[in-house]
């Protein structure tokens, strides 16, 4: 797997820096007649994976001419990224494991015999130490920070990052990245370019390999020089943020709340997720109740149902989802799905005064008025009408008296 062909020029001085620190001892630990010597030769060399190491040692001189042993070497290894030392035990005389290339390179080693001669115990020799100080090329000040990526839905995973805080100007940036099952690094196939700058790279699902070491590093160039380097080391479905859930229902029967919502779009598995609900009831006093749920039954139910309270007049909906601690060690929430409302509630279950109730009355007096003011023109209609009528009949009458009537009796009738 590892070529050796690959370590670039500037290792040439990466084993000759190695340190050696032998814990200082008097005594040797001898067994059967030889001293248990830690590995001689110990290499630790860079096949160019960003931080993949590869470890290399032989057996000590002094076990050479024993026969009928078992060898076995402990290693042990500062991880960087989880901050703690690792151990391994083995008969090979190789091993490779990640490290932090901004971080000095640390390596225990000691051999252990087991032969007849020991009693079948295993007898362990003292411990070697190795010290790799990576020098740090490219200038000061110029390495991005806040690298950050999620990998949306599992069908494409963003890195992004912000330049460093003194950016030599004019400089670009490249993203190189490699995983297990790649014989070299390969260079970013779409940046995200933020005002004309690359601030980020799009890596599609293709590209990325799960449960393994996904290795990045940012480096770049300026004409005043080169940026200095930046390393990660991800695994990247601890990094996955699912898309939104979509299509949330409401329904209520007999004053049980229904809610049922779908599964996110993308290509996480639903068994792979969990669902987050966030309530907010208004109560019939005015006031407001929030509540969060999480569910966590492996994703497959997507619905929850839940009484409705009493005092309730309405209540709003939201969920959200993640990936489950089934399927990996970490993950992002969505964003929260639209909002989704019951039906608001009247003054069914509200016994006190409250600010709808009020607004109600203030409609019903509105409408007194408009009723009030309604019933008077009509009622003035109807009088003028009637103003009218008496008019006419009087004209009538008159028309008749004149017509009947003497004139010398008129004036009385004037
Ligand atoms: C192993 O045996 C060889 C030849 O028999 C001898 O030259 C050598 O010194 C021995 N090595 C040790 C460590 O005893
Ligand atoms: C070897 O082991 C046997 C039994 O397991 C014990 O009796 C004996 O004393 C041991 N010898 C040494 C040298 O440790
Ligand atoms: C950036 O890193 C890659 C991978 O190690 C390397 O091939 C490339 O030459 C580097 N570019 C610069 C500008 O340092």
Known sequence: MLLPKMVPVWLSAFTLLLLTRDPVSTSEIMACGASVDPPANIEITDPGFLGYLSIHWTQPASLQNLTGCTVRYQLRYYDTYDERWRSVRTVKLTYAAQFDLEKPVTVKMLTMLKCACTNETEVQGKETERVYIPEPAGMAGSRIRDFHCVYYGKEYMECTWEPGPVPPPNSQHYLYYWHMEMEETKECPEYIILSEVRRGCRIPRESLLEFSKFNMCVNGSSPAGSLRTAYFSIEVQNHVKPAVVSSVQISEIDGLLKLDWSPPSGLVPEQCLEYELESSTLMAN???????????????????????EAESKKTCFQVRSKVNMYCADGGFWSDWSQTKCTEENGTQYGTTWN???????????????ILLCLSLWILKKICIKKTSKKDAIYTLYKQKVNETMPTILSPIFK
């Open 355 to 369: 600010h709808l109730s009020l607004v109600g009355l203030v409609v019903i007096g509105i409408a007194g008025v």
């Open 286 to 308: 005015g006031k407001e109740q929030k509540q969060r749920k999480t569910l966590v039954n492996l994703g497959l139910d997507t619905s929850y149902d839940l009484l409705r």
